[in-house]
């Protein structure tokens, strides 16, 4: 079993919304708290980008141009973090990826594909 299972994706509308979440079902509690977690982005041709990031504080960050449409949660008894994302555009296309770090920890998910129509 994966240590980092994303799932949420699919094809939505634009202006829709979708919410990606991320579990780390084989990490113990006490290792997964103290972790920043990140969701990134990799759209076609390009580099994979950061979108969002929530420290254990529940500290968060945002690309620019996310700010005000994604919300990034977690939900640490459960061991999940969310990616709500609202008034989603085209650009927003790609495959997401839950990233966990921390220490000598740096566990990738397998992706999950996220399209936008026009």
């Known amino acids: 079993q994966a240590q980092v299972v994303e799932s949420g994706g699919g094809l939505v509308q634009g202006g829709g919304s979708a919410r990606l979440s991320c579990k780390a079902p084989?990490?113990?509690?006490?290792?997964?708290?103290?972790?920043?977690i990140s969701w990134y982005r990799q759209a076609p041709g390009k580099q994979r980008m950061l979108v969002a990031s929530?420290?254990?504080?529940?500290?968060?960050t945002y690309a620019e141009n996310v700010k005000g449409r994604f919300t990034i949660s977690r939900d640490n008894a459960r061991k999940t973090v969310y990616l709500q994302m609202n008034s989603l555009k085209p650009d927003d296309t790609g495959v997401y990826y839950c990233?966990?770090?921390?220490?000598?920890?740096?566990?990738w998910g397998q992706g999950t594909q996220v399209t936008v129509s026009s």
């Open positions: 990233n966990i770090n921390g220490g000598s920890i740096d566990y």
């Open positions: 084989r990490m113990i509690t006490s290792v997964y708290n103290p972790k920043t």
């Open positions: 929530i420290t254990s504080d529940r500290i968060t």
